[in-house]
């Protein structure tokens, strides 16, 4: 069976509604559906969904048509201040905040007693990890459960806490949390601040013999060389897709993997695809009478307009990048700014997005392109 991972849309919501209606026998139909006194309404999904789509997660099989989809389970989440779950933490999303806090894990009966929840969550645990590699603010993930599945999410990797103060129908609720980032580890910032994953050269104890020599070959491995903009005859059209032989509508999209321009670096920051081309005012990003070096495009001082890639809707999009803390310029909508790097050299600022914002911008003379 061929699943497909991704995003809830809005329009899908009816569906996975009625996936978590359908689930009214008691054990052990597991993760088929809620009961009444527990199932949520449509009207919460479509809260949860629009707040925080990123942590909208649902497993799908392909048309056989191959002209849709077909959704046959989900995860839905929201985000929490609080460090362990309370009537408020489940019932209101604060952007930008540490807590993960999953509401429904919810499998089609049909497609029940194959894996589905099980792959389902730890894929959303590994795309959770990933944005926190990325400079996303998680910490943790927490959920309440019944009893009987504890067994469930512990192979899932979550650690079970304890009786939980949340009551939710008529049974009674047991926290699960996974942590994601030590409470007192540093998030991933810009160069002037990220910590390196390595502190030593000499080999760490424990390790199985000839493993750490392993690991530091790997690190030598061919990067692949990244074309500046500026070497492209026509500049920023050959570096989009041809929308008009492809398909696609919109915005033209990247044609390349956009790369880290440090020579030796030219680590995989978007894979092609992934981002949008957009005209639009440029940004300062620079200090003033900053030198940059020659593989940094300057940008336009605004107003006038800059070539940015557009990524949405989060951090979970790209293969690595570094996120600056917040600075003290503002965005179009007023918030403070973080400024984008390569999460591998510290390289930048590649690009910007608001504090707590749902779109990415990446500078095209300032990245490299796999062609």
């Known amino acids: 069976?061929?699943?497909?991972?991704?995003?809830?849309?809005?329009?899908?919501?009816?569906?996975a509604h009625r996936i978590e209606a359908r689930g009214k026998c008691p054990p052990p139909a597991l993760l088929s559906g809620y009961p009444d006194d527990e199932a949520g309404s449509l009207e919460t999904f479509r809260y949860r969904q629009s707040q925080a789509p990123e942590l909208f997660l649902g497993a799908f099989l392909p048309s056989p048509e191959g002209n849709g989809r077909k959704l046959i389970g989900y995860v839905c989440a929201t985000l929490s201040s609080d460090s362990t779950l309370t009537h408020e933490s489940m019932s209101t999303h604060v952007p930008g905040s540490p807590s993960i806090c999953i509401h429904s894990v919810c499998v089609d009966?049909?497609?029940?007693?194959?894996?589905?929840?099980?792959?389902?969550?730890?894929?959303?645990?590994?795309?959770?990890?990933?944005?926190?590699?990325?400079?996303?603010?998680?910490?943790?993930?927490?959920?309440?459960?019944?009893?009987?599945?504890?067994?469930?999410?512990?192979?899932?990797?979550?650690?079970?806490?304890?009786?939980?103060?949340?009551?939710?129908?008529?049974?009674p609720w047991y926290e699960m949390r996974k942590e994601l980032r030590a409470t007192d580890a540093p998030p991933l910032s810009s160069a002037s601040g990220r910590q390196p994953l390595v502190q030593s050269s000499s080999e760490p104890q424990g390790l199985p013999a000839g493993l750490w020599e392993a690991l530091q070959r790997s690190t030598t491995r061919t990067r692949p060389a990244a074309r500046l903009l500026s070497s492209f005859p026509n500049a920023v059209q050959d570096v989009v897709a041809d929308i008009k032989t492809d398909g696609t509508d919109g915005a033209p999209t990247n044609k390349h993997?956009?790369?880290?321009?440090?020579?030796?670096?030219?680590?995989?920051?978007?894979?092609?695809?992934?981002?949008?081309?957009?005209?639009?005012?440029?940004?300062?990003l620079?200090?003033?009478?900053?030198?940059?070096?020659?593989?940094?495009?300057?940008?336009?001082?605004?107003?006038?307009?800059?070539?940015?890639?557009?990524?949405?809707?989060?951090?979970?999009?790209?293969?690595?990048?570094?996120?600056?803390?917040?600075?003290?310029?503002?965005?179009?909508?007023?918030?403070?700014?973080?400024?984008?790097?390569?999460?591998?050299?510290?390289?930048?600022?590649?690009?910007?997005?608001?504090?707590?914002?749902?779109?990415?911008?990446?500078?095209?003379?300032?990245?490299?392109?796999?062609?």
């Open 257 to 284: 993997d956009l790369l880290c321009p440090r020579p030796g670096c030219g680590s995989v920051i978007l894979k092609s695809g992934v981002a949008s081309w957009v005209e639009r005012e440029s940004m300062q």
């Open 109 to 171: 009966p049909e497609h029940r007693r194959k894996h589905v929840g099980l792959h389902l969550v730890k894929e959303f645990v590994s795309r959770a990890e990933r944005a926190t590699r990325a400079g996303a603010s998680y910490e943790r993930i927490l959920l309440i459960a019944h009893e009987e599945l504890r067994g469930f999410y512990e192979k899932a990797g979550f650690e079970w806490v304890g009786l939980s103060a949340v009551v939710h129908g008529s049974r």
């Open 286 to 371: 620079d200090a003033s009478g900053q030198t940059l070096p020659d593989y940094i495009g300057a940008l336009p001082v605004p107003p006038a307009t800059a070539q940015w890639w557009l990524v949405k809707p989060n951090a979970m999009a790209f293969e690595n990048i570094g996120f600056s803390r917040a600075v003290q310029m503002t965005g179009p909508s007023g918030r403070k700014l973080k400024l984008l790097a390569c999460a591998e050299c510290d390289l930048g600022p590649l690009g910007w997005c608001e504090e707590g914002g749902s779109e990415f911008w990446l500078a095209c003379n300032r990245v490299g392109y796999g062609a």
């Open 1 to 15: 069976m061929s699943i497909i991972y991704d995003l809830v849309s809005a329009h899908e919501l009816e569906d």
